[in-house]
């Protein structure tokens, strides 16, 4: 059977999997998924794993494009980095900086993704040092390789006050947590997404009806149930 490789930020993650059955069957093919922060999946990319497809921030896909690495490229849809809770906990008021800090310090750890390579993690560590609470929290700090991990760690906590910090969607789709909401004004992080079809793709023809759905009408109603502004 042939094979169409995918490399994916985790927060397209189940746009991605509502689609692959099907496309799979249509196509006659199957749908390799590899999900992770998008540092991570950048790093794969670059060390030469298989690649049909990349969805990656815009950021990183804009590098990409200026060296002539992808082609055939369309936008996911905005995603808001938010706070998270364990399922049935109080939600914690975050709707400004001091009650975001509030909410911080009230909590006993602190679930993220990767601090270095997951765009959620980067900027996580960045709120807590501008909120000036970044040496009193680093203790509770418990970072993951992505946003679902750290969400899965999150959702199986013993501990009541722990808090969660990623991608929306990556809240939406863990069962066990819920979305308390997105960082407010001032400390917000509003990272756009795309997909595009890799140059040295192996299947380009067939990648590109995949990115061609992925960001098409078909997943519209999908993408914005998942978290994605669109």
Avoid at 2 to 23: I, N, P
Avoid at 70 to 95: H, K, W
Avoid at 96 to 101: A, K, P, V, W
Avoid at 106 to 134: F, K, M, N, W
């Amino acid at each position: 059977m042939r094979e169409v490789f995918v490399l994916s930020a985790g927060a397209a993650k189940a746009v991605v999997l509502a689609l692959k059955a099907d496309f799979e069957r249509k196509e006659g093919i199957a749908l390799r998924t590899t999900f992770g922060a998008v540092g991570a999946m950048r790093d794969q990319w670059s060390a030469g794993a298989p690649c049909d497809i990349l969805i990656l921030s815009a950021k990183l896909l804009d590098d990409l494009a200026r060296d002539r690495a992808i082609d055939a490229r369309v936008a996911l849809g905005r995603v808001r980095t938010g706070i998270a809770v364990r399922a049935g906990s109080a939600l914690p008021p975050i709707a400004d900086g001091d009650e975001l800090r509030r909410a911080f310090l009230a909590a006993t750890s602190l679930y993220l993704p990767d601090p270095q390579r997951a765009t959620a993690g980067i900027h996580c560590v960045e709120v807590l040092r501008r909120l000036g609470i970044l040496d009193a929290m680093q203790p509770r700090l418990r970072a993951f390789p992505n946003g679902a991990a750290a969400m899965a760690g999150l959702a199986t906590a013993s501990d009541e006050r722990a808090i969660g910090c990623t991608q929306a969607t990556e809240i939406l789709y863990t069962p066990g947590v819920t979305l308390v909401g997105a960082l407010p004004a001032g400390f917000e992080l509003n990272t756009e997404y795309a997909a595009a079809v890799a140059a040295r793709a192996r299947e380009a023809t067939i990648a590109r009806r995949f990115v061609a759905r992925l960001g098409g009408d078909e997943t519209l109603a999908t993408r914005r149930a998942e978290g994605f502004e669109v």
